[in-house]
């Protein structure tokens, strides 16, 4: 059965209550700019609303949150996870993360009078270009400009984003725009070009843009990432409801060498915890398990990769050399992967590295076996199978 299932019911909002900075990022997911997933249609207990760079976890995590979060997230690795309760602990089974903080305003707006006399101070030679017709696919050509528009396309954003670019001498240094929309308001997003940086260009456009917000009878929402842009929603008048800490995938690079004895125990641990969940669901001691890793790297010319990261192993493939009638073969006989860091092309990597070993050592070929679950994984990697089948009796 799969799990997550997609909803547009609004009901689903109510997941996700009392969050800073989520109502207006999951209405914008439930109105089509993102996807709200939830663990039933008919009553739901947990969700996860995916808007943008930003994930909200909502509700009470059963026993299908796990595989509920990783079918939101998918391969992109670029997340904001707000994971409230025990959501962070479901959050750090699948990927160790560190914590940002970020800051939510209320949705009480500025007052427009104040704000039009903040475009007073508009410089010489300064005016103001909305994002309509050929500026949409402009913004989208600058690396500066690009999330002014990323999450519409030309048409949506012709009908429901709104932003507007301040140009100085006929080029455009500064802008804002919705970052989404949602039904009643958008949320802002700054932008200033790096040569332009500190001359409060970003201040007036996000005034404008709110006084055009405004106009239309909508809210401008705002959520600060950093201090630079708390700073400006302070100034242009939003009242602060407080700072909360979002989860960011740990980007710390892994590191792939061959192993030594010294890393057994660690290859040991790893490869307990990947073998903990489905398809297998073993219950490793830490002793047996290192006596397999032992036993392994005992053979006939063994060796293997470890795939390090922060100090500590994430995953290993290891094995021995098969001499054989024309040539010798390299017999992987595991490779394994933690369970947080698994879909993130570690096992894929490791594999590479393990041939580019094999080939200074004169070794070509690799083997191994493989259950059916896995087949589609070395099937990407390069692997086929052979005609051997695998025979075996209890007795």
């Known amino acids: 059965m799969q799990v997550g299932v997609p909803t547009r019911d609004k009901r689903a909002a109510a997941l996700f209550a009392d969050m800073p900075g989520a109502e207006s990022m ?69 990927t160790p993360v560190k914590l940002v903080t970020r800051v939510a305003y209320e949705q009480r707006q500025p007052e427009d009078g104040y704000l039009r006399s903040l475009l007073k101070a508009m410089p010489e030679g300064a005016s103001f270009q909305p994002i309509e017709g050929e500026w949409i696919d402009w913004c989208r050509q600058a690396e500066w400009s690009r999330d002014f528009v ?72 705002w959520d600060a990432a950093n201090v630079a842009s708390a700073h400006i929603a302070e100034k ?26 010294e890393d057994m125990p660690g290859l040991a641990k790893a490869m307990m915890a990947a073998y903990s969940e489905a398809p297998w669901n073993e219950n490793w001691t830490e002793e047996r398990a290192l006596r397999r890793v032992e036993a392994i790297l005992s053979g006939w010319q063994a060796m293997g990769m470890a795939a390090v990261r922060d100090g500590e192993i994430i995953g290993g493939a290891l094995g021995f050399v098969d001499p054989y009638a024309e040539e010798d073969f390299f017999f992987v006989s595991e490779l394994f992967v933690r369970p947080e860091w698994k879909r993130k092309g570690i096992g894929k990597a490791l594999l590479q590295s393990l041939e580019e070993e094999l ?37």
Not at 32 to 53: F, K, M, W
Not at 185 to 192: A, D, P, R
Not at 242 to 254: L, W
Request: hydrophobic fraction near 40%; include cysteine.
């Open 26 to 94: 999951v209405l914008a997911a439930l109105e089509g700019q993102g996807r709200v997933l939830v663990d039933s249609t008919v009553h739901p207990r947990c969700g996860v609303a995916a808007a943008g760079d930003f994930l909200y976890c909502g509700g009470v995590p059963g026993v299908e949150a796990k595989q509920l979060l990783r079918r939101a997230m998918g391969v992109h690795e670029d997340w904001l996870i707000y994971a409230p309760g025990g959501w962070m602990d479901v959050v750090r089974s699948i």
């Open 150 to 221: 990323s999450l519409f396309t030309h048409e949506d954003y012709e009908q429901r984003g709104l932003g507007v670019l301040l140009m100085v001498d006929g080029e455009a240094v500064a802008g804002a725009s919705s970052y989404v929309s949602y039904p009643g308001g958008i949320e802002v997003q700054l932008q200033t070009r790096d040569d332009q940086q500190g001359r409060g260009y970003a201040t007036l456009a996000a005034a404008k843009l709110i006084l055009m917000a405004h106009e239309r009878g909508l809210m401008a929402t």
């Open 236 to 261: 242009l008048g939003y009242v602060k409801r407080g700072e909360y800490q979002v989860a960011m995938i740990d980007e710390c690079k892994t590191v792939y060498r061959v192993v030594t004895r």
């Open 359 to 395: 080939k200074q050592r004169g070794v070509r070929v690799t083997q191994l076996i493989s259950i059916e679950d896995n087949r589609v994984f070395y099937e990407k990697s390069g692997m086929a199978q052979d005609s051997v089948n695998v025979m075996f009796r209890r007795f």
